[in-house]
Structures are given as C-alpha cells and as structure tokens.
C-alpha cells in the first residue's frame, strides 16, 4: 500500500538510527559513557543539520513516540510500587524543588537581561521540566533503577511530568489572556495529580483481570499483545486527563508489575524496546541544529551566551534540588538525575514560540540549554553513580 | 513532542487494531477458522465504514507497514532456502500459471462486457497478485510453512510478487503512452528477477559477517537491532531496484537463517511481530467500504456483478494455477494458497484509477474482488489442509 505517503524515508530513517545508535552506543560504553549518550550524539549527527538521514517527519516522529512509550512501560515494569510510595515524600520535595529553583533562577535571569514579564515566565518554565526517557534509561544502563535513589529519581521525574504540565495549562492561559484564574489553576491540577492516583487504583485489579482472561486465550501472542494495548488505552487516557502519554505508559507497567505473568511480559516487550527505543534518542538529537551552535558565527554569539546562561542555571536548579533528598542517600547523584529536560522543555518551548512570548533568539537559546542539560545528564550520573552501586548493594 | 501529529488518533488506532484484531482472531479459531480471518474482520468493523477507530492515515499506514515487514522477516527466518530452491521448478510453473490465468480471464471477461482494452488490461493485471502477508500468514498458523506444498505456494508468491511488479510497470508504461518498449519491459524484468538473486548471493555472507561483529559489541539488544536495521535496509533496496520491501525483508529472514544466531534473532522478533503484525491485517480489513456491499441498494447492483463475476475468475484462475504443480502434493492447498490478492492488487487497482484507465464503477468492482479473494483464502487453506499435515508428517 503506498498511498503516496514516503515510505521509503521512514525506513533509511529507522534503519540508520538502529545502526546510528547501536554504533556510537557502543563507543560511548567502550570509553565509559552510558550507551544513550551516544545515541544522542548519533541523532545529532543523522539530524537534518548534518547528515540528514533522519529527518523530522510525522512518520519518525510516530515511531519514535511508540519507542518511548514502549521504553516507559518496561521501566514501569522494573518498577516496585511499594518501593515508590515508600521514597514518596523525599521524591515530592525534590519534585518541587526541582521545578522552583530553576523556574525562579530562569525568571530572574531573563527579567535581569531586560526581557519582558511573559517572556521570562516561558524561559523559566521551560526549565522546569524533567526527562523521564533519558533518566530512566540511564538509570537501567548503571542498574541503579532499583535502588533507593533510582527511585526517588524516578518518582521526582513523575511527579515533575505530572506538575509540568499542570504548569503548562497555567502558562499556557497566561500566554492567551495575560491573567489566570485560581479555578483553572486547580482544576488542571487535580486532573493531573489525579489521574495517576485513579488510575493505579483503577488499573491493578485490572491488570490481574486481564491477565487471567488473556490467560484462556489460543491465539498466538495475546499476552503481549493485550498488555500493549493497555499501556496504550492509559497512555491515551493519561493524555486526555491533561498528563503525558509516557506518564500512562509507565502506571500501567507499575500495573502489570503486580501481576504473576510480569517476567512473560518483560521478557517479550524488552526486543521490541530495543527495536523501537533507539529511534527516540536519535530523534531528540537530531533536533539539535548545529548550525546555532557555532561559536565562530557571531550571530549566534547572543543566544549561545543566553544558552550559556540558561544551561548554568537549569542544572544548578536542578542539581541543588538533589540535595533536598533526605535518608542516607548520595544526593550529588539524585541531582544529576533531574538534569535531563528532554521532550516538556522543548513543548514549553515551541509553545512559547508558537504565542510570541519567546521571540526566535531566546527561543534558539531556551532549546540550546534544554538540549545541553539533556547532554550533560548522562556523564554526570556515570560520574556519581559509584556510591550507589555500593549503596545498592548494601541495601539488597 | 507534539509537532502537530495526531498522536491520539495514531494510539487509540494501535490499540484498538490490537484488541479487535485478538477478540476477533480468537473467536475465528474457536469456530475453526484461521486467526487472521478474524483479524480482517475486525479491521472491516473497526474501519472508516462501521465504527472509525482506525483510520486509514499516514500513521497507521507506516506502523502497518513497519508490521508486514516484521512478519516477513520472521517468516523468512522460519524458511529453509535450500527447500525453497528445490521446490524452485514448481513454484516457478505455478506463479507463471497463477498470473496467466486470472490476467487472461480478468481481460476477456472485460471485453466480453464491452469494455475498452485499456481498461480490460487494468482488470486483468489486478487479478495477478498473490499476498505473501495473508498466505504466509496463515500457512503459519496451520504449521504448513515447513511443508513442500507451503514452500511451493511461498516460493510461487514470491515469484508472483516479483513479476507482478514487473507487470506494473509495464501496465503503467502502457497507460501513459498506449504502448511498452520490449527494453522497458526486459529492464524491469532483469531489475526485479535479479534482486533477490544478488540480494542472497551478496546477503549470505553478509549476514554471517555481521552476525561475527554484533557478537563483539556489548550494548544492550544489539543482535536483533542490527538483524532488524539489516531487513530495513534490504527492503529498502528491493523497493528501489523495483520489487516490493516485504520480498526484501523476506530476502533478509532466509540470509540470517543460515547464521547461528537464527534462534536468538527468532526469539527476539517473535514479540515484536505479534505487537505490530495486527495493524496490517485490521488496516487491509478497514479499507473495506461496507456500503459498496450493501445488496440492497439499487445502486451497488453493477459493480457487485462484476465484481462477483471478477471474484469467480479470480478464484477460478489462482485455484487451477496449484494444480499446475508436481510432485505427490496436495494441489487442491496450493491453488487456495495462491487466492489472496492483497495490498499488490489494491495498487493496481489505484494506480488504473489514477490515469483514468478503470472508470469508478470498475474500479469498485476490482476492489472488491480484490477483498473477496482475500477473506477467501484462509478458510479455504483451512478446508485442504487436512491431506497436508499428513504429507508433513510423513515427510518428517
């Protein structure tokens, strides 16, 4: 069937990022960086601004948000619950910390550059945000998911996504009348923060009817089958509520988690993550245009000093807010897996944009500093994640 | 990221694809009838004509796709090439066999009606096809892929698909300018004849070298990356030396299954054709229109005719062409093996609408017996293939 969609792009697209990511993966590793690092380099480089050979279109785009639902739902299912609830409070308030330290430290800058009220709150919130993806991933690389730190990372992550976009309905009023109302405000609040709480009420003894119904099932591959459909129906769901998609991906693999069939589940999902994935991490870099990052264009000198700016202060704000942790964890790691902005800055952005709050050399240096903290994230978990390997082991 | 995609539409359309395409495919085996029939029927309900969850868009077309060359991959992984080359004389007489009959009897019947011999050319060249995807599929439900009649019948359709794009190209040749060039039409014949053989002569060497350095590296789920990126790339090539990308993913299964990694690759494609496989089969099904085959209304009674006069030749052609072949096997399965049309029919179908040569009534009528043939073959495989697991029993 052709029906004149480009069919033959998607698949160079998919089959250089397989290669793309697994090639410079592996480098990364052999010079003992994390795996996704190089997959975001190999992005960049297969990106429209380099090579081209990953373009940004629907098709991509498509297959790259499968990949990361996919990647969620595993994380969700290599997740404890109860291990969550209990890192509950401490993932909360580095949570907000996260989100206030460099709201307020992205505001202030652009406010201290001259910039207008509107346009300072779209810079410091697009500082806001925290990557699930990458964090997760980099986490499963170091095997440090279980440990009480990946946890309370993990959580903060959550409830960053959850609260972000809580903050982007706001933002995003204020950007239409210029005022928001405290009923709004509320409102997206409690479909966000709500969402998750009724759905993982809703959704376990779901997840285990589900799991026994399919189990009288013949038709080959139904388990599978069933527990993707689900994890996209509360991705749908999740989005509707006004959360992300991954944000459901992941509850419902906290879901099947508790089920007797999540080792069969785990087993058959984790090669189509594999397949499916890389295709995300190569699609974020290859959104970085590198022709903005050259220092020797004085053109871009304005917004790579912004960026500049903007980068020290999104990854002290998010660094810091590590250190609210509490419970003899190693704090210097909790903050480096908050750094990562990923997918909500670049909304944040683009909706800044969209509204003309953002004018395009602040919106140029808002998606440097997003990128640039998502690049940085990685090494920097590598670099603290010594003590909690230690920690880790001590605690299993 | 949003970037303007109708992301939404593109989840509900994979889940539901997913739950329809199980419930339905369930049902059809507890009454004894193969899986994918029940898939089809559930991408006719689900369709744009009853109930519009899955819309035929850009997205659920290239997930689609993405799943057809999955499933040929697996299915090519599944196939022994030294079987195929002996069963070669056969399948070559039953393909040659199933495109003379239907392509003679289509264009006939045409002229027959009075129709003009552009026109009659069109019917004819969209009766040729053979779908690899339903026919593969359901020779692996019935555990028939190993058997020499499921080898013969694959063999044939491969054969088929191959020259059917030969075919194309020279009705398309013939529509443009009302005449073919003998060095058109031996250059497409050499380009699509010849790509599978130097796809396998270059191919087989390649996949064990490959499979040599995936085994050096150390990133996670490298293997059945790299065996995934490499049918990506050979479909890619099929489809621009003129065959289809599924003869090319199919090409890319039988060089791995000469590796010793075939089993890992297997193991780890297996899931992933099952989570992506069904959106094929629901979006072939949801390109049905029900309302063309409503008998009621006065004004489908023409194109109904014909296309019930086109379903009988059609059948009638593809079911002789199986007895064409030899060798103490059960014919009867093999000429049903050859029934289903397909997505190759369909885009002969579209492209003698597009330059005029099949008027909307006509085209109408194709398609349907396009679709006719198609839910056909899997009961029909299911009816003959009583002899054949005896034959494959007595083989083993």
Same mark, same amino acid.
């Given at each position: 069937?052709?029906?004149?969609?480009?069919?033959?792009?998607?698949?160079?697209?998919?089959?250089? &990022?397989?290669?793309?990511?697994?090639?410079?993966?592996?480098?990364? !590793?052999?010079?003992?960086?994390?795996?996704?690092?190089?997959?975001?380099?190999?992005?960049?480089?297969?990106?429209?601004?380099?090579?081209?050979?990953?373009?940004?279109?629907?098709?991509?785009?498509?297959?790259?948000?499968?990949?990361?639902?996919?990647?969620?739902?595993?994380?969700?299912?290599?997740?404890?619950?109860? !291990?969550?609830?209990?890192?509950?409070?401490?993932?909360?308030?580095?949570?907000?910390?996260?989100?206030?330290?460099?709201?307020?430290?992205?505001?202030?800058?652009?406010?201290?550059?001259?910039?207008?009220?509107?346009?300072?709150?779209?810079?410091?919130?697009?500082?806001?945000?925290?990557?699930?993806?990458?964090?997760?991933?980099?986490?499963? !690389?170091?095997?440090?998911?279980?440990?009480?730190?990946?946890?309370?990372?993990?959580?903060?992550?959550?409830?960053?996504?959850?609260?972000?976009?809580?903050?982007?309905?706001?933002?995003?009023?204020?950007?239409?009348?210029?005022?928001?109302?405290?009923?709004?405000? #509320?409102? &997206?609040?409690?479909?966000?923060?709500?969402?998750?709480?009724?759905?993982?009420?809703?959704?376990?003894?779901? &997840?285990?009817?589900?799991?026994?119904?399919?189990?009288?099932?013949?038709?080959?591959?139904?388990?599978?089958?069933?527990?993707?459909?689900?994890?996209?129906?509360?991705?749908?769901?999740?989005?509707?509520?006004?959360?992300?998609?991954?944000?459901?991906?992941?509850?419902?693999?906290?879901?099947?988690?508790?089920?007797?069939?999540?080792?069969?589940?785990?087993?058959?999902?984790?090669?189509?993550?594999?397949?499916?994935?890389?295709?995300?991490?190569?699609?974020?870099?290859?959104?970085?245009?590198?022709?903005?990052?050259?220092?020797?264009?004085?053109?871009?000198?304005?917004?790579?000093?912004?960026?500049?700016? #903007?980068?020290?202060?999104?990854?002290?704000?998010?660094?810091?807010?590590?250190?609210?942790?509490?419970?003899?964890?190693?704090?210097?790691?909790?903050?480096?897996?908050?750094?990562?902005?990923?997918?909500?800055?670049?909304?944040?952005?683009?909706?800044?944009?969209?509204?003309?709050?953002?004018?395009?050399?602040?919106?140029?240096?808002?998606?440097?500093?997003?990128?640039?903290?998502?690049?940085?994230?990685?090494?920097?978990?590598?670099?603290?994640?010594?003590?909690?390997?230690?920690?880790?082991?001590?605690?299993?």
């Amino acid at each position: 069937m052709d029906h004149g969609i480009d069919l033959a792009s998607v698949l160079l697209a998919f089959a250089s &990022a397989l290669i793309g990511a697994k090639l410079f993966g592996e480098v990364a !590793e052999r010079v003992g960086q994390p795996a996704v690092l190089g997959e975001l380099l190999a992005g960049v480089l297969l990106g429209p601004s380099v090579l081209g050979l990953v373009p940004i279109t629907t098709g991509v785009l498509i297959l790259a948000e499968i990949g990361v639902i996919l990647l969620l739902f595993e994380v969700g299912l290599d997740t404890n619950l109860d !291990e969550l609830v209990r890192v509950g409070a401490p993932a909360l308030v580095v949570a907000l910390a996260s989100m206030a330290l460099p709201f307020l430290g992205g505001f202030l800058f652009a406010r201290a550059l001259g910039h207008a009220t509107l346009t300072a709150v779209f810079v410091g919130a697009a500082l806001t945000a925290t990557s699930i993806g990458i964090t997760a991933r980099v986490l499963t !690389e170091l095997r440090a998911l279980a440990t009480r730190e990946g946890q309370i990372i993990l959580g903060a992550a959550v409830a960053d996504d959850v609260l972000g976009l809580v903050l982007l309905a706001v933002v995003a009023r204020i950007a239409e009348n210029g005022s928001a109302s405290a009923a709004m405000v #509320l409102r &997206a609040t409690a479909l966000a923060v709500g969402f998750l709480a009724v759905a993982l009420a809703l959704g376990i003894p779901l &997840a285990r009817h589900l799991v026994r119904v399919v189990g009288w099932a013949n038709v080959r591959g139904v388990l599978v089958t069933a527990a993707v459909a689900f994890a996209l129906l509360v991705a749908l769901a999740a989005k509707k509520a006004g959360s992300a998609e991954i944000v459901g991906a992941f509850a419902t693999g906290l879901m099947l988690a508790r089920t007797n069939r999540r080792y069969d589940i785990h087993e058959a999902v984790r090669p189509a993550v594999d397949i499916f994935a890389p295709l995300f991490f190569v699609s974020v870099g290859a959104q970085v245009d590198v022709a903005r990052l050259n220092p020797f264009n004085g053109e871009n000198h304005p917004a790579l000093l912004l960026a500049l700016g #903007l980068t020290v202060i999104g990854f002290l704000g998010k660094f810091a807010a590590g250190f609210c942790a509490w419970g003899g964890v190693r704090r210097a790691f909790i903050g480096s897996g908050m750094v990562p902005r990923g997918e909500v800055g670049l909304i944040f952005a683009a909706l800044g944009k969209d509204t003309g709050a953002l004018p395009e050399g602040i919106f140029v240096a808002v998606v440097i500093a997003v990128f640039a903290t998502t690049f940085l994230a990685p090494p920097l978990l590598k670099v603290f994640a010594g003590g909690v390997s230690t920690a880790a082991a001590s605690n299993a």
